[in-house]
């Protein structure tokens, strides 16, 4: 069974810093890997999405690799600001359309 | 309108009772996930269906059931709900015929409470 997990599990920095969020897995055969973000008591929003055969995906300040032989993907975020504040969720599909998720990253930017 | 819609978005229940959390999409998807989510948990995968026709069971599927009542609706119930079933729910959609196919699409969720 794929194990999703993601370092730290909280994070605080000041407004403006890049930070990097951590997502690791066990089982390298995977078909892609979605960030999300999530606000208190709301659902999910879909950030990136990385297929199994691509490197990186970027949009806007955010930038997210993927290393599948490592088992790992990073979330960059650049000049963070307040209002990305919110928990960050990794989820890694297999190729029959299953979906495993990380515990997730609260990150809060200080003003 | 929001391409995913759940209701109720909020629910206190009674142990015992049954109860029916629906999920409705206009994204004209084929595949429909149930999940929940505790406190520090991250999402489970409780059921999933990827037609009307076809449904399977997820990692948590003990004490709930499904129904696919058409391409646009996936239902969870529980028969009889107890206290750890206290959760945030959440339904889910992906189009397995879209080019970058397989990114999941989240509805707002519903906050059930067991008490």
């Known amino acids: 069974k794929q194990e999703v997990t993601q370092i730290p599990a909280a994070l605080s920095v000041p407004e403006g810093e890049n930070l990097v969020l951590n997502c690791s897995f066990t089982?390298?055969?995977?078909?892609?890997l979605q960030w999300f973000r999530q606000d208190p008591g709301k659902g999910l929003t879909s950030l990136l999405l990385i297929q199994s055969s691509q490197r990186e995906q970027t949009s806007g300040r955010l930038n997210a690799s993927l290393d599948k032989s490592s088992g790992r993907s990073t979330l960059y975020i650049a000049a963070s600001q307040p209002g990305d504040s919110a928990t960050y969720l990794c989820a890694v599909g297999n190729n029959f359309n299953k979906f495993y998720f990380g515990s997730g990253t609260k990150l809060n930017v200080k003003p | 309108d929001a391409d995913v819609t759940q209701t109720p978005r909020n629910r206190i229940t009674k142990t015992g009772k049954r109860i029916m959390l629906e999920c409705s999409q206009t994204k004209g998807h084929d595949r429909m996930y149930w999940y929940r989510q505790d406190p520090g948990l991250g999402l489970r995968l409780i059921y999933y269906?990827?037609?009307?026709?076809?449904?399977n069971k997820g990692e948590i599927s003990d004490g709930y059931s499904v129904s696919r009542q058409a391409q646009a609706k996936f239902s969870l119930s529980l028969e009889s709900a107890i206290p750890n079933q206290t959760a945030l729910y959440f339904c889910?959609?992906?189009?397995?015929?879209?080019?970058?196919?397989?990114?999941?699409?989240f509805g707002p969720g519903t906050r059930l409470t067991v008490t």
């Open positions: 089982d390298s055969a995977i078909y892609n």
């Open positions: 889910a959609t992906s189009d397995s015929t879209s080019p970058s196919s397989y990114e999941q699409y």
């Open positions: 269906s990827f037609d009307v026709k076809d449904i």
